[in-house]
């Protein structure tokens, strides 16, 4: 709004917006500040950031080795991976089919990618377990990944950006000789890159941090994600452990933070987009 | 032909994961079909009458009622506020956008686990800082008062800097020449122009942040199951975990499946009123 604050003005924005961020970051530094202290420190009736005796070692070691923590990560990175890939291959050409290519049937198929933006899927949870049943992939990565492979805000998003790529590109590809896969690889997607990074990190932090379905698709230690995996940790710790809990929660949302803070505005873009889903 | 064989992957998968679902939901939901059964029958509306006559279910739609209109306001009004903070001056802008953002990225069930420690009773530092300031303390997560307010406090915290971000872009897209505009014409006050120039301006918007923050708090589920599973009783209880409780742990099929419906047709109904403000801001730009 105004570009001209008072000196006092300008003081008070700090003073306020510091106090907020404060806020914000109390559970954070909570959770840091206890995965550094020894069990002693934790349950001490009075307050200290830092530790008198680091323990920070000792309690991320036990994070890493006694639940198998790399493991939770492991699955994270190749269910996020897995999904991502697939969903790409599969809504690209088809939002190019639905943005350059004339078809009977074209505006009934779009008509569908926009009902299927409106399905929570939470609500298809259900089916989708007994398909999983049915198809024997219950509790194997399969199905952390198959209910995910297509998406409809991908193929939306997809269709948006491809549509403002000039007709032109198009035909110069034909001429080129490429086929029309070639034209979706080669031409279509490199000119969406950055509407692709932004769907990439919409997608990959909805499945990075999802609870829901992995609680229902997995029972196996060895193939739950990291948000399922530090429930099985807080569970059998009995939340008496505080220390390499805490320690388990950080390096669960490490990744996703770090990423965030060296790209923030991909992220904020990304995570956006995914609003007018 | 192409265009079929391009399509039909993705096409085919939207039935096979999306389409055959939902109907399935519906039929499940008609029917007695329990999960591993060969036959079933349809029964009407027996499943919906047995919801709805159900206190823990009536008790867990309050509920969810409850937690949006506490987590709507707070989101919007707080998002808002900084949002305008931060925009009101130059420096330190990524900064503070990157702080309040924050919660919004990190994964809720490992924070969920954070919250429980700064929650605890003795050694929490909420309590410890209650009662240093002489405020009263509780066992935040086990009171049946305090469990579901808690925990929209925490939809609250998580939501504020995704709002936030949806206004500073909104913010930004309003023309400097209004201000100075409306100053010119009188409004010299801070609120006089907040109320002339930057609330209408930002109507689609702020129409925009509530459905979408509304449609996030009817998903609320990650921190219920990690810190309060519904309880005590069924004080925290809401739809999504009624959901995942009733389909997936007690294996009540059909009783899930009226669950998925009712909250199906919340989120649809949501989602349309989005869709409806989101193509009138188009129109009057």
Known sequence: ?277 | MAAYALAGPAVLLLFLLFFVPVIAVFVIALTDWQFGAHTFAFVGIANFREVFGDDGFRASLLNTVIYVLIVVPGTVILGLAIAMLIESGRSLRAFYRAIHFLPFMATLAAMAIAWEALLHPTIGLVNQTFSALGLPTANWLRDEVTALPVLAIIGIWQNLGFAMVLFLAGLKSIPRDLYDAAEIDGADLWLDRFRTVTLPMLGPVLMFVVIVVALRAFEAFDTVKVLTKGGPGHASDVLLYTLYRESFEYLRTGYGAAVAVVFLVIVVALTLIQARVMDKRVHYQ
């Open chain 1, 1 to 277: 709004m105004s570009a001209r604050l008072s000196p006092q003005a300008a003081i008070l924005r700090h003073a306020v917006l510091l106090i907020t961020a404060a806020l914000i970051l109390t559970p954070f530094v909570w959770m840091i500040s206890l995965s550094m202290k020894p069990p002693g420190e934790i349950f001490r009736e009075h307050f200290a950031f830092l530790p008198q005796q680091w323990y920070a070692v000792q309690n991320y070691r036990k994070a890493l080795t006694s639940a198998p923590l790399p493991r939770y990560m492991g699955n994270g990175v190749l269910v996020c991976a897995a999904i991502l890939t697939l969903q790409i291959l599969i809504c690209a050409p088809c939002a190019y089919a639905l943005a350059k290519l004339r078809f009977p049937g074209r505006d009934l198929i779009f008509g569908l990618v926009l009902i299927g933006l409106l399905l929570p899927h939470q609500v298809l949870s259900l089916p989708l377990f007994v398909l999983c049943y049915e198809l024997g992939i219950l509790n194997t990565y399969a199905a952390l990944i198959f209910p995910f492979v297509v998406s409809p805000f991908g193929i939306f998003l997809f269709r948006q950006v491809f549509k403002t790529i000039p007709d032109d590109v198009v035909h110069a590809g034909r001429l080129d000789g490429l086929s029309e896969l070639g034209i979706v690889w080669k031409l279509m997607v490199p000119m969406a890159l950055p509407a692709v990074i932004a769907f990439s990190i919409f997608s990959v932090v909805g499945r990075w941090n999802d609870l829901f379905w992995p609680l229902i698709a997995v029972r196996s230690e060895s193939l739950m994600p990291p948000p399922l995996g530090i429930i099985a940790f807080a569970n059998e710790e009995a939340g008496n452990d505080y220390g390499p809990l805490m320690a388990a929660a950080t390096i669960v949302i490490l990744p996703l933070v770090v990423a965030f803070l060296v790209a923030q505005k991909w992220f904020v873009e990304g995570m956006t987009g995914g609003a007018v889903k």
